[in-house]
C-alpha cells in the first residue's frame, strides 16, 4: 500500500471482515457488537481525514469497506430477531425464578 489512508483501510476491512464472521456466530455476545461499532467509529475518523491522498487504492478500499457494510446491513434484521429472541428467553427464566422465590418464601412461613 503506497498511503497510510489505503493501508490503514485495509486494515480495517479486515478486522470487519473478520467480525462480520463473528456476528454470523449464533454465540455472539453483545461485547461483539460493541467493538463492531468501535471498528466502524474508527472507519469512519479514517474517511473524513482530509488529509489523506485519496488515489486507486485508496478507493478500492473504500468500496470494499462498502461492502462489508452492505452485509453488514443486511445481517441486522437476524441480529435484532436473535436478539429479541434472547431477551423473551431471559425474561421468562426470571419470571421462573421470581415465582420460585416466592413459593420457596411462602413455604418457608409455613413451616
Known amino acids: 500500500m503506497s498511503t497510510s489512508g489505503a493501508h490503514t ?15 454470523r456466530n449464533p ?6 457488537l460493541t467493538d463492531l461499532l468501535d471498528e466502524l467509529l474508527q472507519v469512519a475518523s479514517t474517511l473524513h481525514d482530509h488529509t489523506l491522498p485519496r488515489d486507486s487504492e485508496f478507493s478500492n478500499e473504500v468500496s470494499s469497506f462498502r461492502a462489508n457494510l452492505q452485509q453488514l446491513a443486511a445481517l ?11 431477551k423473551a428467553r431471559l425474561e421468562a427464566a426470571r419470571m421462573k425464578i421470581t415465582r420460585a422465590a416466592a413459593w420457596a418464601e411462602g413455604s418457608r412461613e409455613t413451616l
Open 9 to 23: 483501510l485495509q486494515l480495517a476491512n479486515q478486522r470487519l471482515q473478520a467480525r462480520l464472521l463473528a456476528v
Open 76 to 86: 441486522l434484521p437476524s441480529l435484532r430477531t436473535r436478539f429479541l429472541l434472547e
Open 27 to 32: 454465540t455472539l455476545v453483545p461485547t461483539g
